[in-house]
């Protein structure tokens, strides 16, 4: 059983699509973490959220902890933002992390 | 400030030998974390280093192995390589070693085993 679990595995939009992915969790947590990785492997962490919302720029974090989810929305979404996008978890006992499979976008022009 | 910064970037080995990979945080980050990308079980946690005691261990076997000196660089070595241990090796590092902190990461090393 996966502590994180992802949604969906892979996602093409046109340029300028509102895009939603999602990440369950089942570990009780201190933060959960969005992250960016382009090809040839660099990661960005772009989100570190333990409560609410977070926006920087077109890209929009939410946390539910209640429902153990959150949400990385993307608004007029652009080529440029094709990669995989990961949903990680770092857990509240101990100081273990756990992520997700990843979600793999690809935005067309 | 330079960011995290991983050596070698790419490394080929063969099935037997012993690797030893660095990372140096960014400028005053005392905690560094090491992790473990493959395409069939996706990034997993290795270990965490902080003011050069080991917080804590992912799930690996004693082969992964790792230390981290008084500059807060780190060193993780991978004795008797096996073809499963290709992978990409990510560090990342943070400045207090509070779990909130945001994690910043390096470019990986992608280690080949033949």
């Known amino acids: 059983k996966n502590e994180v679990e992802q949604s969906p595995q892979n996602l093409t939009a046109q340029e300028g699509e509102f895009i939603t992915i999602n990440c369950s969790y089942s570990v009780g947590i201190s933060a959960l973490h969005w992250l960016q990785q382009h090809p040839g492997g660099g990661i960005v962490s772009l989100f570190m959220?333990?409560?609410g919302k977070k926006k920087h720029g077109r890209l929009i974090a939410t946390i539910n902890i209640q429902e153990k989810h959150s949400s990385l929305h993307i608004t007029a979404s652009h080529p440029r933002d094709s990669a995989v996008y990961i949903c990680?978890?770092?857990?509240?006992?101990?100081?273990?992390?756990?992520f997700g499979t990843g979600t793999s976008l690809t935005v067309i022009p | 400030k330079a960011g995290v910064t991983q050596t070698p970037r790419y490394l080929i080995k063969t099935r037997g030998q012993q690797v030893t990979l660095s990372c140096s945080p960014i400028?005053?980050?005392?905690?560094v974390s090491w992790y473990q990308q493959t395409p069939g079980q996706g990034l997993q946690f290795l270990f965490e280093y902080f003011s050069e005691t080991q917080r804590n261990k992912g799930n690996f076997p004693g082969r992964f192995s790792g230390r981290q000196f008084s500059n807060s660089r780190s060193e993780m070595n991978v004795s008797t390589l096996e073809l499963g241990d290709s992978a990409l090796y990510l560090c990342?590092?943070?400045?207090?070693?509070?779990?909130?902190?945001?994690?910043?990461f390096g470019p990986g090393t992608r280690l080949t085993v033949l």
């Open positions: 959220l333990s409560s």
């Open positions: 990680a978890v770092g857990s509240n006992t101990g100081n273990q992390f756990y």
């Open positions: 400028s005053g980050h005392r905690s």
């Open positions: 990342a590092s943070r400045g207090s070693g509070i779990r909130t902190d945001t994690q910043y």
